[in-house]
């Protein structure tokens, strides 16, 4: 007899090493990049919009003689493809892993445009800053982020 919990665990880790292979298979961070020019001029007009100078050219932010190059790991895909099976392999009904899967997606790459956006700020102000923001402070601040999420979908299935 299998608990819900091993179906869930067993479930995710399945989804996950699926879009694992699929990724793989088709090469999709080949085929990111109007989701990187996407996020680059997004992120870009956020920050001109509280002072910042930075220009976009592709997928390139500019500031200070600088450049931020928005790649395939800035989207924040993978990291959505683990809340996607997270929220697919819970048990709940469709409707509301499909809403948890749109609402999610739709804050966390909101969330990621500000965070790329404080990143072009940190250059302009901090330059010697960006790694420790960049792999550190938003790294986890993200992963926290859909951490939060997930339980408060959780939550709200429950309910």
Not at 43 to 54: D, E, K, L, N, Q
Request: glycine share 6%; aromatic share 14%.
């Amino acid at each position: 007899m299998r608990s819900p919990l091993f179906r869930f665990i067993v479930t995710f880790l399945v989804l996950l090493l699926g879009f694992s292979v699929l990724s793989v298979m088709t090469n999709l961070q080949n085929h990111l990049h109007a989701v990187e020019k996407a996020f680059a001029g997004s992120a870009a007009w956020v920050a001109r919009h509280v002072g910042s100078t930075a220009t976009v050219d592709d997928n390139l932010i500019w500031v200070n003689g600088l450049s931020l190059n928005i790649n395939h790991e800035c989207t924040g895909v993978f990291v959505l493809f683990v809340l996607a099976s997270f929220i697919t392999a819970y048990p709940a009904r469709w409707r509301a892993k499909v809403a948890g899967i749109l609402i999610g997606i739709s804050l966390l790459s909101l969330i990621n445009m500000i965070r790329i956006a404080t990143l072009v700020r940190v250059v302009e102000f901090y330059p010697n800053l960006f790694t420790y923001f960049h792999e550190y402070v938003w790294q986890g601040a993200f992963l926290m982020m859909v951490t939060l999420y997930a339980i408060t979908w959780v939550e709200w299935v429950r309910q």
